[in-house]
C-alpha cells in the first residue's frame, strides 16, 4: 500500500503523480523505486505489448546492489540470467590479451549478471504491476512532449496508439524514453543528430557450449572487426548447452553517414556472417556460431553527444534518453538502473520537487557524460586499439606489447570512470536507506 503524501492544500501527490515516460528497464526500475519510497507515479509506454525483446546485457555489481535492495533477488536473476565469472579480450591468434574476473570472484560484494534483456525486462514489468497494480503501466502511450505548468508541476502531451491524444499532469516528468527520446528532443532542440562512428554490430543467440570458466565475456580480434559472446543461461543438465549471446561487429567508413533506413533490424545471417569466414580455432567455431542462430539482427553501433543538463525544471532524462552510449563498457543498461536509485535517493532527501531533480543532474550529468565519451573511445576494448597500434594485432606473448602494470591500470581507469571500482562501490552507504520515504515537500 502506498502511503498517501500530502503535496498541496487538497491535492495529494496521488492526484498528481510522477510520470515516467517510457517503460524501459530504466522507466520501470524508477517506477519501482518511487513505489518503494511511497511516490504515487504512472509510466506511460509507447509499445502496445510487453514483450521480452533484445538478446544479451550485462548487469554489473554496483547495478545488481540496487536490484537485490529493490527487493529482486538472486533466485530471481538466476530465471534470467547467470552470474559472469570472467571477462577476456583474446587475439586473433588466440592468445589472450587480457584477462580478470568478475562479479563475487573478483571481489565485489555482488554479482555481475549476464542476463536476457528481454527476461529482465519482463521481470521488472512484473514486479511493478505486482506491486502498484496493472494501472501503474499504461502501454500504447507515446509521449510526445511537455509543458511546464505555471504553478508547479508539468503536463506531459501523450499521443495514444489508437489514433487520439491525452494531456496529464503530474508533479515531474522522467524522460526515460530512451535514444530517440521526444523529452530531450524538445529539451535540448538544437542537439546534434545520433552519432555513428562507424561500427556495425549483428546480434544474436546461439544454443553451445560455454567456453572457459563456463561464464566467460570474450572479446576476441581486433579493434575494427571482432566477435564478443557470453553465456546468459546456465547449461542446461540435459544438453550441456547454454543460450550464447553473441555480437559480430565490423567498422566501415562512416564519412557518408548512416545510409540505412532504422536503427535496428532483422537481417539474414548470410547477409554477414562472410565478414567472419575462417574464425575457426580448436576451441571456438565463429561462423557455426552465427548459423546456430535462429535469427539475427543488424544495428550501427551510435550515441549521442553528451548535453550540458538533463533537467528543465519539473523534467528529468535518465537512462539512454539523458546519456546513451556504445555497448562496449556493458554499462547502459546497468547505469539506467544506477539512475533510478540515484533519482530515487535525490527524492527522498529533497521531496517530489525540481530540487531533487537538479540534485540527481549534477550528481550524474558531468561524470556519466564522460563515460559516453570513453566509450566512443571503445571503453575497456581500448586495449584492443593498442595491441592493433604496437603490433598490428599478432604477438605471442602479450606482455612484450602491453606489460601487465599498464593493462591493469587502463582497466582500473575505466571501472573507476564507470562507478564498478570495486573497493570504492563495497564500502559505499545503500544509495536509498533502507525503509526511506520521500519527504513531503516544506512549501505545499
Ligand atoms: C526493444 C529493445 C531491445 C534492446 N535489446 C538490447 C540488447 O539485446 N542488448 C543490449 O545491450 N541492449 C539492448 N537494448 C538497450 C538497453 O535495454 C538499454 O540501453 C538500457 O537498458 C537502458 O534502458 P532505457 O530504459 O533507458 O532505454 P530503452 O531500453 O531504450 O527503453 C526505452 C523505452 O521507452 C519506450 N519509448 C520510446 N519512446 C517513447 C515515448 N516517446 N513515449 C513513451 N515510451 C517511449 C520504448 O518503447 C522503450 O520501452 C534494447 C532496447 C530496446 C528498446
Known amino acids: 500500500m502506498v502511503p498517501t503524501i500530502f503535496w498541496s492544500r487538497g491535492i495529494t501527490l496521488k492526484d498528481n503523480p510522477v510520470i515516467i515516460a517510457g517503460g524501459g528497464i530504466g522507466g520501470l526500475a524508477t517506477a519501482l523505486t518511487l513505489h518503494q519510497i511511497g511516490v504515487p507515479c504512472v509510466v506511460y509506454e509507447a509499445v502496445r505489448e510487453m514483450r521480452p525483446l533484445g538478446v544479451g546485457i550485462n548487469m554489473q555489481p554496483n547495478a545488481v546492489r540496487e536490484l537485490y535492495d529493490l527487493g529482486v533477488t538472486q533466485a530471481d536473476l538466476d530465471r534470467v540470467g547467470l552470474p559472469a565469472r570472467e571477462w577476456a579480450l583474446v587475439g586473433l591468434n588466440g592468445n589472450d590479451i587480457y584477462s580478470e574476473p568478475r562479479g563475487l570472484l573478483a571481489g565485489y560484494n555482488w554479482p555481475q549478471y549476464a542476463v536476457h534483456r ?219 538502473i544506477v539512475d533510478a536509485r540515484v533519482l530515487g535517493a535525490a527524492i527522498v532527501e529533497h521531496g517530489v520537487t525540481p530540487a531533487a531533480l537538479e540534485a540527481f543532474d549534477k550528481k550524474l550529468c558531468g561524470p556519466i557524460g564522460q563515460v559516453v565519451l570513453r566509450n566512443r573511445g571503445a571503453g575497456p576494448f581500448g586495449l584492443l586499439n593498442m595491441v592493433d597500434e604496437r603490433c598490428g594485432g599478432t604477438f605471442d606473448n602479450i606482455d612484450d606489447v602491453i606489460p601487465p602494470k599498464e593493462r591493469a591500470d587502463f582497466m582500473a581507469g ?27 515537500p516544506q512549501n505545499a
Open 414 to 440: 575505466y571501472k573507476a570512470a564507470a562507478g564498478f571500482a570495486i573497493e570504492a562501490l563495497n564500502k559505499a552507504p545503500r544509495t536509498i536507506p533502507d525503509a526511506a520515504r520521500a519527504r513531503a
Open 118 to 336: 528481454g527476461q529482465l525486462h519482463m521481470l521488472l514489468h512484473d514486479k511493478l504491476v505486482e506491486r502498484a497494480g496493472p494501472d501503474a503501466v499504461r502501454l500504447g502511450h507515446r509521449v510526445s512532449g511537455y509543458r511546464k505548468n505555471a504553478a508547479s508541476g508539468v503536463t506531459a502531451l501523450i499521443e495514444r496508439a489508437d489514433g487520439s491524444s491525452l494531456e496529464t499532469a503530474g508533479a515531474l516528468l522522467v524522460g526515460a524514453d530512451g535514444i530517440h527520446s521526444a523529452v530531450r528532443a524538445q529539451m535540448h532542440p538544437a542537439q546534434p543528430p545520433i552519432h555513428w562512428g562507424g561500427a556495425l554490430m549483428w546480434r544474436g543467440v546461439t544454443w553451445g557450449k560455454p567456453i572457459r570458466t563456463g561464464a566467460s565475456f570474450v572479446g576476441l580480434g581486433t579493434h575494427r572487426q571482432r566477435m564478443v559472446f557470453y553465456p546468459i543461461s546456465p547449461p542446461d543438465p540435459r544438453t550441456g548447452l547454454s543460450m550464447i549471446n553473441w555480437i559480430a561487429e565490423v567498422t566501415l567508413d562512416n564519412s557518408e553517414g548512416w545510409k540505412q533506413s532504422g536503427w535496428f533490424r532483422q537481417v539474414a545471417i548470410a547477409d554477414f556472417a562472410h565478414h567472419f569466414d575462417g574464425w575457426v580455432w580448436d576451441w571456438l567455431d565463429v561462423p557455426a556460431l552465427l548459423r546456430g542462430a535462429d535469427h539475427a539482427f543488424e544495428n550501427p553501433m551510435i550515441d549521442r553527444d553528451p548535453i550540458p543538463t538533463w533537467q528543465d525544471g519539473p523534467v528529468v532524462l535518465m537512462g539512454d534518453a539523458a546519456h546513451p552510449m556504445y555497448p562496449t563498457g556493458s554499462n547502459g543498461g546497468s547505469q539506467a
